[in-house]
């Protein structure tokens, strides 16, 4: 009997060996590590404020992005953060796996309510991005990572974008930018074309104003989440 008993034993094993392999599989099935930042400069005044949240948690909720977020293919985890000076970054809500509209939805309830964390400091969008790079790194393994930062003006406080990308661990992270007023600015959107983004694919979306922000933004994510998409 010894030799079935063994023969078992090694099915046994087999089978325990294949179910851990596909729940490692399933657990770190992630497409996409999505860090949202909103600008909180003093350039952005309290209404403005509440459009960019708003407008934020609206495309959240939007039929046409939860069906992109939640479509097979693969989880999308997304953390929100704002940011204005140099040591001005809060975070509004951590890494967030998001596998139900209801998840969703708490995630665009935590953006409208959160409540501004600062208003009376410049636009530092190299330390924006430095800071992107910190949260990144607690993020689960996903196929892509990008950086979806949002602002209405050019740097003008510390480091530059570039030598955000030359010392911070950057190099397979994706970085888009929404411009805000950047119809009305051709310049300030040419400044984010080739000084915020970078890597394969990367994009400007543009606002009109904070009243466009959700419309902009929900363009944006449909892009970013399920590459490459049609968008009407």
């Not at 661990?169 to 930018?177: K, P, R, Y």
């Amino acid at each position: 009997p010894g030799a079935p008993v063994a023969a078992l034993r090694c099915a046994v094993a087999g089978a325990v060996l294949a179910v851990g392999a596909g729940a490692a599989a399933s657990a770190s099935a992630c497409s996409l590590a999505l860090a949202l930042a909103l600008d909180v400069s003093s350039s952005v005044d309290p209404t403005e404020y509440g459009l960019q949240a708003d407008g934020l948690a609206s495309a959240l909720e939007d039929p046409d992005v939860k069906e992109a977020i939640l479509a097979p293919g693969g989880l999308v985890t997304i953390a929100v953060y704002e940011w204005s000076g140099r040591w001005q970054h809060e975070v509004v809500a951590g890494w967030t796996a998001l596998n139900t509209p209801a998840e969703i939805d708490a995630l665009a309830a935590r953006i409208r309510g959160f409540g501004r964390s600062h208003a009376d400091y410049p636009t530092a969008l190299g330390h924006a991005i430095g800071f992107a790079a910190r949260l990144l790194k607690e993020a689960p393994v996903c196929d892509r990572r990008v950086l979806d930062i949002s602002g209405d003006g050019a740097n003008n406080d510390g480091y530059e974008p570039l030598h955000a990308y030359r010392n911070f661990e950057l190099q397979d992270v994706t970085v888009n930018a929404l411009v805000v007023g950047g119809i009305a600015r051709p310049q300030l959107r040419r400044y984010f074309e080739t000084t915020v983004i970078k890597g394969p694919g990367a994009f400007v979306e543009v606002a009109r104003d904070y009243r466009d922000y959700a419309r902009a933004m929900k363009r944006k994510l449909l892009r970013e989440i399920r590459p490459p998409m049609a968008i009407a």
